[in-house]
């Protein structure tokens, strides 16, 4: 197979910022339009949101059937149209909920589950030809450029979606969704023309071929094999941590530094700001990893392994200073602070992605798309409990703690702490295969990870 080069990565980031651009129509501007045009309760739309990362537990079921097949392009432009046929599903209900509500929240219900086994089938696959076809020197480098675009897709969207809104009628929403829904689908199609080329034909292990087991005995094929299991935990627990902080971060500015509205969004964006800082850094130092690999100290700069226990032993720290933040109140330097949490979020977030790349190749052949549908829905599940455990811990320590700033300084720290177990979870990964191997002498998967040496090709 031929590796992809930067433009062909490129392509893949503009599947990626199509997804982005339907996601964020659904998952943020109607959630807006439900609770402020209609004046429905606020819980609606968090249940929606909700039902869309829980039915993403289908990932490691797309995965394998894109394993079965070989080829991952069907998979994505099929769960593209999924996610586009659930966006403007979505939009159809919401205009509902005005007349009929019942009817309309029965509709939102299929349309954003439509949603999540689009991104399950589109996402799964897309991370998996990233994963088979980007040579190791360029992987930190194209998780930048994807997710960056993925961020795009998200601006822009949200930027002119909300300028044809205005003023809002339920014709221009429909007319909005159905648009950015078909468009993101035609941009799919246009940039995966030609990409992935035919099916393999031979690489696969004869026993892979004959066995050609049922989901169920894949999947535990891929969770008995140690580094898997091992990196879907720290995929869980990381990010669990990473998303608990996003929906209690602004309310601290405001109820703990008296920060206005328009300050703690500006708050937030001095994170992504932080985020985007992280992601660019990483993406540098594996770039300068790959060029001077003849060189030790430099070729370790780019190791994904570093930057992945590096970025999360470094949020937990920032999560600690805005621990003090609390405790302190006014006075505490917290916008440098966020955009601290922001630059090892970022950091973290590439090098786990980048990490997630390079396993999805490792151990028995032919399962690189259940072991990405795994860990996406390990990622998914944390994601969808995360605001719920950040704001319910939150709403418990005020309830506990008399101080507004000690209760926040209390939920801080625990995350710091997940993050904590994060970074150990990372470090001891691949720590026992290792030892085993220099044992019998046996080169393994985990050791590869480990001493962030290029995996040997399974395919």
Known sequence: MTPFGWARIARLGLVQMAMGAIVVLTTSILNRVMVVELALPALLPGVLVALHYAVQLARPRMGFGSDVGGRRTPWIVGGMGVLALGGVVAALATVWMASYPTAGMVLAMLGFALVGLGVSAAGTSLLVLLAKRVPEGRRAGAATLVWMMMIAGFAITAGLAGHWLDPYSPERLLLVSSSVSVLALLLTATALR???????????????????????????????????????????????????????????????????????????????????????????????????????????????????????????????????????????????????????????????????????????????????????????????????????????????????????AMVFALQALAFLLSAVLAWRLAAPVARAASVTGFHHAGESFAAGSTPRPQS
């Open 194 to 408: 030609g990409l992935e080329g035919a099916a393999p034909t031979s690489g696969a292990s004869p026993a892979d071929t004959a066995e050609k087991p049922r989901f169920r005995e894949a999947l535990a094929q891929v969770w008995h094999e140690p580094v898997a299991r091992r990196f879907t935990i720290f995929v869980f627990v990381s990010m669990l941590a990473f998303s608990a902080q996003d929906l209690i971060l602004e309310p601290f500015a405001g109820t703990v530094f008296g920060y206005t509205p328009g300050e703690s969004t500006q708050l937030s964006g001095v994170q992504h700001g932080g985020v985007l800082a992280g992601m660019l850094l990483v993406a540098l130092a594996g770039a300068i990893g790959a060029r001077f690999s003849h060189h030790s100290v430099l070729r370790h700069a780019g190791s994904l392994r570093g930057w992945t226990i590096g970025g999360c032993f470094a949020s937990a720290m920032a999560l600690f200073a805005l621990m003090f933040a609390g405790l302190q109140g006014m006075g505490w330097p917290l916008n440098a602070t966020v955009f601290a949490l922001g630059v090892a979020n970022g950091a973290f977030s590439i090098g786990a992605i980048g990490s997630m790349m390079r396993l999805a190749a490792q151990g028995r052949q032919a399962r690189e798309g259940v072991r990405m549908g795994l860990w996406g829905a390990a990622q998914a599940v944390a994601f969808g409990l995360g605001g719920l455990v950040g704001t319910g811990a939150s709403d418990l320590a005020r309830w506990l703690i008399a101080s507004p700033g000690a209760a926040y």
